[in-house]
Structure formats: structure tokens, C-alpha cells
């Protein structure tokens, strides 16, 4: 199984910025996806942003023009760049990761959730 914490939640007042990371770790051969996910109270758990093994990114309408997702092969690790906070944008956000293990065996794991909190 792949390990994922994640860091980076908080506080922020609207406008402002945050940067989350997601680190993986495990036998891991190669990740072939990474994106990041958030729940709000009430609201159905979205899909915010994605990133493939090949660079491709998308994002949920929402974020368009604000978020940025980008990754570190090397260390195995993804960060969602997020500004012009919005009040809209509270929730608790997850990580996801899709690799291949040295053995040749498919995972998907999820990261712990980090709390985003944008209010004066």
C-alpha cells in the first residue's frame, strides 16, 4: 500500500493563498496519477484538479484560474497552488494517488484530508 500525508491546510482570509502537498511513499514502481479531491459540509465530495504520469492537468470549473496542480517525480509528490481563496472553497481536501507497485501490482490510495478554511 502507498502512504499519503498531506500538509499544508489552514486558515486563510478570502483572497489569500495556500499551498497543500501530498507526499507518497511505498514500494511504489510509478505513479500514473495524482489529483486532489474536497468534501464541504453537505456537499458532495468534487474533483478539483488532476495531473497524469505525462503532465496533463484539468480542473473542476470552480478553480479554473485560481488553482494550480503541479508534481515532483522525484519525491513523489503532488501540491495544489490555490489563490484568490473564496469562502466557496472550504472544505476538507484529499489527495488521491494511482500507481503501479514494484511487483507489477495497481493502488490507489487516498491522503488523510487537510482542512481549508477560508472565512474573516
Known amino acids: 500500500q502507498v502512504q499519503l500525508v498531506e500538509s499544508g491546510g489552514g486558515l486563510v482570509q478570502p483572497g489569500g493563498s495556500l499551498r497543500l502537498s501530498c507526499a507518497a511513499s511505498?514500494?511504489?514502481?510509478?505513479?500514473?496519477?495524482m489529483g486532489w479531491h474536497r468534501q464541504a459540509p453537505g456537499k458532495q465530495r468534487e474533483l478539483v484538479a488532476a495531473?497524469?504520469?505525462?503532465?496533463?492537468?484539468g480542473y473542476a470549473d470552480s478553480v479554473k484560474g485560481r488553482f494550480t496542480i503541479s508534481r515532483d517525480n522525484a519525491k513523489n509528490t503532488v501540491y495544489l497552488q490555490m489563490n484568490s481563496l473564496k469562502p466557496e472553497d472550504t472544505a476538507v481536501y484529499y489527495c488521491?494517488?494511482?500507481?503501479?507497485?514494484?511487483?507489477?501490482?495497481?493502488?490507489?490510495?487516498w491522503g488523510q484530508g487537510t482542512q481549508v478554511t477560508v472565512s474573516s
Open positions: 511505498g514500494s511504489i514502481f510509478s505513479i500514473y496519477f
Open positions: 488521491n494517488v494511482k500507481s503501479i507497485m514494484e511487483r507489477g501490482r495497481r493502488d490507489e490510495s
Open positions: 495531473i497524469s504520469s505525462g503532465g496533463t492537468t
